[in-house]
């Protein structure tokens, strides 16, 4: 395969009559399938926005608190599927497939089910193209909108997000879309999103691990790594990524944002990609093997962070963590350990 681009249905084949509401209505109805830490925080920001969102977990206590957030809380998934626009956001493509293609998936009943599906999880392009030619077949259109960030991200309005598929769908859905992010890419049609979304975790981890090495090299030549990544955040290098993984790299606080399984799949996928465009891709080979000795260390639960901790270890270094507080690029201030 030559380019993701490729991987199209045919023009308009998703749009379905009347699929969003017109007649003054200021928003769709929405639904929203898969409620953990990401998916929580988005439908609770189009919550918040006066957007009517029901939302549905396979896990209910998962979605359960965002009653109290004037979301709609549902106990079959197969409520989901008269709303104009379901959000789905999940772990991986298998389920990702049994939410759509399930006995009581969202597409289970051809004579009801959603205008569009915008699915934000990251999955491979081919299980993406094979899902959205499911939805053309029911008259669903289909959106691939991934997104870069995590739940205190999207707290603080900072969520990016990148979509591809037909034209029209995205031109509905993107007023639900920027009440989400702080900024709306459109990539175009087919699978383009994917892709982008699987070079930008490559670059999620590499520069995880570089942050990781220079940070136990400076620490070992006895400056404190607090000092060498206030200078590096503050200088031309420095990102809004490299800051709010600041305060887990200083307090060795690994409470889970994306686990290092989750980066494991995203590098399969990546590593996949290049294979397929004839594309060497050197470092992230490499990284990918540090992630799979994380994961193989058991650090499976915690934050992808613990990869500071292996490269510590790797250079003989104990780390101590540091609990004064810390600018994560988010918060208003300086962050304290009690406030996080």
Not at 225 to 232: C, H, I, P, T
Not at 285 to 291: F, P, R, S, Y
């Amino acid at each position: 395969m030559s380019s993701y681009e490729d991987i199209v249905v045919p023009e308009d084949a998703g749009a379905r009559e009347g699929g969003a509401r017109g007649g003054g209505a200021p928003h769709p109805a929405v639904g929203w399938a898969g409620t953990g830490r990401m998916g929580f925080a988005m439908a609770r920001r189009l919550a918040g926005a006066g957007v009517g969102v029901a939302a549905w977990n396979r896990t209910a206590e998962r979605a359960a608190p965002l009653a109290a957030h004037g979301v709609t809380v549902v106990g079959e998934l197969a409520e989901l599927r008269s709303r104009d626009v379901v959000f789905t956001m999940v772990a991986d493509e298998r389920a990702l497939d049994a939410l759509l293609l399930g006995p009581a998936g969202l597409l289970a009943d051809p004579g009801r089910t959603p205008g569009t599906v915008v699915d934000c999880s990251t999955v491979s392009p081919d299980a993406s193209a094979a899902l959205r030619a499911a939805c053309a077949e029911r008259g669903t259109a289909f959106l691939a909108a991934p997104v870069s960030g995590n739940a205190k991200v999207v707290e603080a309005g900072g969520l990016s997000i990148v979509v591809s598929g037909e034209r029209a769908a995205y031109e509905r859905a993107a007023p639900l879309l920027r009440l989400i992010g702080r900024s709306v890419t459109y990539a175009g049609r087919g699978e383009g999103a994917r892709l982008v979304k699987i070079a930008h975790n490559l670059v999620l981890g590499v520069v995880t691990q570089a942050l990781a090495e220079t940070a136990v090299l400076a620490e070992k030549g006895g400056v404190p790594r607090r000092a060498y990544l206030e200078f590096l955040n503050d200088s031309v290098l420095g990102s809004a990524f490299t800051r709010y993984k600041t305060p887990a790299f200083v307090r060795l606080d690994y409470t889970p944002t994306f686990t290092p399984a989750l980066l494991r799949k995203d590098f399969d996928l990546g590593l996949a990609a290049g294979r397929a465009l004839d594309v060497p891709l050197p470092l992230a080979a490499a990284t990918a093997q540090l992630v799979q000795a994380c994961v193989s260390a058991g650090r499976v639960d915690e934050d992808f962070a613990v990869l500071l901790d292996l490269q510590a270890a790797a250079s003989g270094l104990a780390l101590a963590p540091d609990d004064g507080a810390v600018d994560d690029g988010l918060s208003a201030g300086p962050e304290e350990e009690s406030g996080t």
